[in-house]
């Protein structure tokens, strides 16, 4: 998968090409429908009755004589209306019986959409989107269903027609024994294509067009990735519309987003430590994870396990005294050491050897607030994780002085909210026009302010650095992996992250890597999963991913 771009850059970059005279508005707009099309029977080719998919065969004449498959598309008032009634003049072009419903006022289309409306007017009708609209679409024999009502230009509030309409369309249209597909232009109306969010819309149960298919142009937009969209979007096709040969400006690019992929492992991963073939256990790092008191010391257990199989050279459990037989029953290839205090860490911090650190996993919050300024006054690749966050809810400002670049933050939102309210505020407020703030938005701000890396957390995991790297590691899609929202599977991640860093793993890759991994280990494993078998899934992950990892 390729850069994740914002509606504006999106726009930046056609109107890029549409001003250097390679294409017209017109040309990428046929492109699109095109696009569309071919998705539709690539996805579905049952649905294709006529052949060729790009249009300009004549029909099957199968097609119109037996059963005509049947189209209602609904079309909306920018231009991806415009591609809307590009579908429908290619649907219909290939025997196709299609049905077009206009939201909005034809005299004031945009010109692009304009001149397709009136192509479509030549061969067909356009009736008005009513609140009665699902009505007939419920009781019509459709085969198939196109939302081209609002795609990257949606931007404020629905209004009643159009948000009841959907929200009934989609709720009584779910079930298997639904027969019509539904495909959604760009992103589905009720999304909106920055943040994944729904578009604000007073109903109890507002769903927006729930699609089983999103076709978008050029490039994934960033909204398809996190938040509610993937609940609505159904799968991704991204369709060339001949855009690719025109780069964004420098200014474009800093504030690009990217996924990651297993590439964040194969680049680095077999080679990243000192000496591939003849490196020694130290030369593979050694890690150093604060527990928590007696009965506290699980979690600080599990990220130990997760560090140690994701390839540090040694793992050692900084333990308070009381804690030191209960973790020592428990562990076998981990190493534990007593670290009572500040004073203690301060001491054992003297062994360099030891190149990172994890604190917060079941630390508690005193042992925290005591233990971090030692922990972060050292200067190693650390991890900041749980309590280690949540000791400085009252006074983020204290943290963010003693943090440098080799940190990493891992909150989740609870976590992100505390540390960062007022960015926290921005980015659960209902957008009510666009840009809109996303979660990517959000990572880079809370980055930039705490000058080092922030990963936070959930099912579209989204890293940020302070100088405007930002990636996104999106469990959705054919990458779902629910069974991760268990107690237990943070502290891993934590483990994983620090077990990189100490392997030599910049902080940034060392994020992004461990969160890939994680899911990996997730959708290794499966349903029942629990945070004990992610660090057990890893050798089967790495195995397949190459075989010196
Ligand atoms: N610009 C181009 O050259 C191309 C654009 N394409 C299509 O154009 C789309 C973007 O077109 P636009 O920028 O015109 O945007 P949209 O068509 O997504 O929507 C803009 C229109 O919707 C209205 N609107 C926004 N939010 C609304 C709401 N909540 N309720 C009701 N109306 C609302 C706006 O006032 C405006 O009239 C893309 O998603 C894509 O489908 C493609 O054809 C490829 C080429
Ligand atoms: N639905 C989900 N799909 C994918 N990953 C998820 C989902 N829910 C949670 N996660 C991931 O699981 C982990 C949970 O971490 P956290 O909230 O800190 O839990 P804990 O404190 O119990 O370890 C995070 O890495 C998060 O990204
Ligand atoms: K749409």
Redesign the pocket.
């Known amino acids: 998968m390729s850069d994740l771009l914002t509606?504006a850059q999106?726009?930046a970059i056609?109107?890029a090409?549409?001003e250097s005279g390679d294409v017209t508005?017109l040309e990428?707009?046929e492109?699109?429908?095109q696009g569309v099309v071919e998705a539709i029977f690539e996805e579905w080719p049952e649905l294709d009755e006529a052949g060729d998919v790009a249009g300009g065969q004549p029909p099957d004449p199968r097609g119109i004589s037996g059963n005509r498959k049947r189209a209602v598309v609904l079309c909306?008032?920018?231009?991806?209306?415009?591609?809307g009634f590009?579908v429908a003049r290619l649907l219909q072009g290939r025997g196709w019986e299609v049905e077009v419903f206009l939201?909005?006022d034809a005299e004031?289309l945009?010109p692009?959409?304009k001149v397709n409306y009136e192509r479509w007017l030549q061969i067909g009708a356009v009736a008005e989107y009513t609140s009665k609209l699902h009505m007939h679409v419920l009781k019509g024999d459709f085969d198939l269903v196109v939302d081209?009502?609002?795609?990257?230009?949606?931007?404020?509030?629905?209004?009643g027609v159009?948000g009841n309409t959907l929200t009934v369309l989609s709720a009584s249209m779910s079930g298997k024994e639904r027969k019509h597909k539904r495909v959604a232009?760009?992103?589905p109306?009720g999304t909106n294509?920055d943040t994944g969010v729904q578009?604000d819309f007073d109903h109890v149960e507002w769903t927006g067009f729930d699609a089983d298919l999103t076709v978008?142009?050029?490039r994934s937009k960033v909204g398809h990735w996190l938040d509610f969209a993937a609940d609505v979007c159904g799968k991704i096709i991204v369709k060339d519309?001949g855009l690719e040969a025109k780069p964004l400006t420098k200014a474009g690019k800093s504030s690009l987003a990217v996924p990651v992929d297993e590439r964040v492992w194969l680049l680095d991963g077999p080679t990243r430590s000192l000496g591939k073939h003849v490196g020694h256990k130290y030369s593979h790092g050694h890690a150093l994870i604060l527990t928590g008191g007696s009965g506290k010391t699980g979690a600080a257990r599990l990220a130990a396990r997760g560090a140690l199989r994701v390839g540090a050279g040694l793992v050692t459990l900084g333990v308070p005294p009381s804690a030191q037989q209960e973790v020592a029953c428990q562990i076998t290839a981990l190493m534990l050491t007593r670290v009572g205090d500040a004073t203690a860490l301060d001491v054992i911090l003297g062994d360099n050897r030891l190149n990172a650190l994890c604190l917060g996993p079941g630390m508690g919050l005193e042992r925290a607030r005591d233990l971090a300024p030692v922990a972060l006054a050292a200067k190693r690749a650390t991890v900041l994780d749980a309590d280690a966050l949540s000791a400085f809810a009252d006074d983020p400002e204290a943290l963010f002085q003693m943090l440098h670049e080799n940190c990493v933050l891992t909150p989740h939102g609870g976590e992100f909210a505390k540390l960062f309210p007022d960015v926290g505020a921005k980015l659960a407020a209902v957008p009510t026009k666009?840009p809109a703030y996303s979660k990517v938005d959000a990572t880079r701000e809370a980055a930039a302010r705490a000058g080092c890396i922030v990963l936070y957390k959930g099912a579209d995991t989204v890293i940020a650095a302070p100088d405007g790297r930002c990636s996104v590691n999106a469990a959705v899609y054919e990458r779902a992996a629910p069974w991760l929202a268990t107690a237990g599977s943070g502290d891993v991640l934590a483990g994983f992250i620090t077990g990189l860093l100490a392997r030599g793993f910049a902080p940034m890759a060392a994020a992004e890597t461990g969160a890939w991994l994680h899911v990996e280990s997730a959708r290794a494993f499966g349903p029942g999963l629990i945070a004990e078998d992610l660090p057990e899934m890893l050798p089967q992950v790495l195995r397949a991913l190459a075989p010196e990892g």
């Open positions: 509606a999106m726009r056609e109107q090409a549409i508005g990428l707009m492109r699109a429908g909306g008032p920018g231009n991806n209306g415009g591609d590009v939201y909005g004031k945009p692009d959409a081209a009502l609002l795609g990257t230009g949606a931007s404020r509030a629905l209004d159009l232009i760009d992103n109306t294509s578009l978008t142009f050029h519309i666009g």
